[in-house]
């Protein structure tokens, strides 16, 4: 079973318009964090954000947001105001942290969701 | 600056040759990792290190080799074993901390005719 579940494989949006990107995720650990990276088309992934799942309130970093929903599993990331450089393949990730504790494990992704922004 | 730089950027081979990809870091960061994408698809896990000396098997090992002798250095070997080794390979690392980014070099996309 996939662990990170991107169901959007594509989405157009226009410029100015807010954008909500789902990432639902499948853990029995209790500890585990969530990240989300961009890849634009040249290829290198940014760090946009970052939820832990003992966090209480949801993460934010500028025009980024992270609606999570730790019942349903549901770690979404929201972009306010797009813009056209927000075009870009969007990437959910996760680490699972195992009660024996460590945390340079790799992170799990999803397939991502290519997000085209329109003038 | 600080950074993850992998090298070469494109790189063309022949089938049944071996060819090592580059990683370098100046971040000073304890773990590294190589991932592999594949068009349409996320990123997969082929090996990783959490200290010098020491790597694990990632999702998709089966073909490839590294070595981590430095701290700041993290090469991978594609060898001619490898059944479908064209795809593109990102290098990164992190501090190794639970809830720590992994922070990525450029990529090399690495073809094989």
């Known amino acids: 079973a996939q662990k990170i579940t991107q169901t959007q494989p594509g989405m157009f949006v226009q410029e100015k318009e807010a954008v909500t990107l789902d990432c639902t995720y499948d853990?029995?650990?209790?500890?585990?964090?969530l990240f989300w990276y961009k890849q634009p088309s040249s290829g290198e992934m940014i760090f946009l954000i970052y939820q832990g799942s003992y966090d209480q309130q949801n993460a934010t970093e500028g025009r980024y947001s992270l609606n999570f929903q730790k019942a349903r599993k549901s770690a979404n990331l929201v972009i306010s105001a797009s813009q056209l450089g927000d075009s870009a393949m969007y990437f959910c990730?996760?680490?699972?942290?195992?009660?024996?504790?460590?945390?340079?494990?790799?992170?799990?992704f999803g397939k991502g969701t290519h997000l085209i922004i329109q003038p | 600056d600080g950074g993850i730089t992998q090298s070469p950027k494109y790189l063309f081979r022949k089938e049944g040759q071996n060819v090592t990809l580059s990683c370098e870091q100046n971040?000073?960061?304890?773990?590294m990792y190589w991932y592999r994408q594949d068009p349409g698809q996320g990123l997969r896990l082929i090996y990783y290190s959490q200290i010098v000396n020491d790597f694990q098997k990632g999702d998709i090992a089966e073909g490839y080799s590294v070595s981590r002798e430095k701290k700041e250095s993290f090469p991978l070997t594609v060898t001619s074993a490898q059944k479908n080794p064209t795809a593109f390979y990102l290098c990164?690392?992190?501090?190794?901390?639970?809830?720590?980014?992994?922070?990525f070099g450029n990529g090399t996309r690495l073809t094989v005719t």
């Open positions: 853990t029995s650990d209790p500890s585990y964090g």
């Open positions: 990730a996760m680490r699972e942290v195992p009660y024996s504790g460590g945390g340079a494990d790799g992170l799990t």
């Open positions: 990164a690392s992190s501090t190794g901390i639970a809830y720590s980014p992994l922070h």
């Open positions: 971040l000073n960061h304890d773990a």
